[in-house]
């Protein structure tokens, strides 16, 4: 897998194979049907020298068969570095180069590949036909100048696959010859040889531009398995003097206060607690301890806020939230749209994804003793891009 390219079209701030859609990054999603899948003996992953975020993604594969290697100035040389590492009987055996940023690859497609290989002595490559019409443009600004046949026209896609030793001996023919092939069907042509088509998907999408992850998010998100998060929170407060409760973000008038670090509000806690439970990122306490000077009579909407950043950052984003307020007083039921309002603003979403309930617990127990109140939060969260 050749990944040391620093991705210049993609335009964001990080290359788009560490870009992150449901809480991993895109290179792991590409990595993930090949580690997934017991016909694969070995990985490369052809990383920059200098590339600190592969590191710090810290992945593990108990199996011990993802290695990393420096890559190469150009795809094709991080393509060889990686069969360099290979051990030489892996020469004898079919080896798959796909692309890092190709995070939507089915096990599928890959059969297909393994498939036509024994068949295709040249090597295989997974490509769809063309099916939009092709123009060619006279000029800038662009003006069709004619109409291209399509016909007996693909795209190819990864993953490329051919006997390693006779990859290895393209790249090394192209290497001599000074030509640096743009896919690896291409040193193959290069070497005389033609690799055979095999049908791909139009779901196994190249990430080049910063709308093609959004594309991908859709495409993992129908997919796969793990494109769905639920989690939950719980949160109790006792009350104290004072005459107000924060409530989602709303001031409620009350004749009494609640005992907090921050400003106590339970319903946000429990949210944020819910949200961090979903994207598997810990709980509120180790994000704001209440030992911090940092969050003494904090507005709670801030961790709510920092936790979105968080969840946002690693490809997540809320589906719905659902908020059960457990307390004798204050009643809410004048408050609720205010509340929903306050929590769908922070959340960034349509008040129709946020709902309130709230209920007594019959005079029984700490909370019927009206001591406090609690909440409980439940949210699902969806991959995003
Ligand atoms: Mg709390």
Redesign the pocket.
Known sequence: MPAAGSGRRFGASIPKQYARIGGRSVIEWSLAPFLADARCAGVRVAIAPDDAQWAALNLVDPSGRLVAVAGGEDRWQSVQRGIEALPPEALDDAVLVHDAARPCLSRAAIDRLLDALPGSPDGAVLAVPLSDTLKRAADEPSRVEATVDRRGLWRAQTPQAARGAVLAAALARCASAGVAPTDEAQALEHAGLAPRLVEGEATNIKITTAGDLALAAAILAKESGMSMRVGSGY?V?AFGPGDHVMLGGVRIPHDRGVV?H?D?D?LL?ALCDALLGAAGKGD?GQWFPDTDPRWRGADSSRFVTHVMEQLAADGWRVANVDLTLLAQAPRVAKHREAIVARVASLLGLPAGAVNLKATTTEGLGAIGRAEGLAAQASVLLHAAG
Do not use: T
């Open positions: 949160d407060h907090a921050s106590g339970v806690h509120i």
